[in-house]
């Protein structure tokens, strides 16, 4: 994998706010890309959606405070939460060290996975970016 790719991963959609999205056995899982962590840099709180809320596309479902400052979550698609990851109650951190992994944020099941089409592919998320 190259430097660009740990920075924008080819397999993820991307909203102009920073959120990215996987599809996984039709669930949506969904955290913020390594660009905005970075921006962010020491994040000390992420709330969370309570399992079972309804979220809308590209409206809030959370917040997430660094040092610098406080910002909303969007969500890239329509549906029902159905996990959270728990784990950033208590290491908030892991969202800046691992943001496409350890560091996601909720998991939804979409109910109109066609929002997808909607939202950025690698290319454009990096033009949005400034990266190319």
């Not at 913020?32 to 309570?50: C, G, M, Q």
């Not at 400052?69 to 990851?85: I, K, M």
């Not at 496409?100 to 690698?122: C, F, H, K, N, V």
């Amino acid at each position: 994998m190259n430097a660009e790719a740990d920075v924008v991963p080819e397999d993820l959609r991307y909203t102009t706010e920073h959120e990215w999205v996987r599809l996984e056995d039709g669930r949506a899982r969904v955290g913020i890309t390594k660009f905005a962590a970075d921006r962010l840099s020491d994040i000390v709180y992420v709330e969370l959606p309570e399992v079972g809320r309804e979220v809308r596309f590209l409206e809030p479902f959370g917040v997430i405070e660094s040092v610098k400052a406080a910002s909303d979550l969007y969500s890239p698609l329509t549906g029902r939460v159905v996990a959270v990851n728990e784990r950033l109650r208590n290491e908030p951190e892991l969202v800046t060290q691992d943001p496409y992994g350890e560091g996601w944020m909720i998991l939804i099941e979409p109910t109109d996975p066609s929002e997808l089409d909607r939202l950025l592919d690698a290319a454009a998320y990096r033009r949005h970016i400034g990266e190319v």
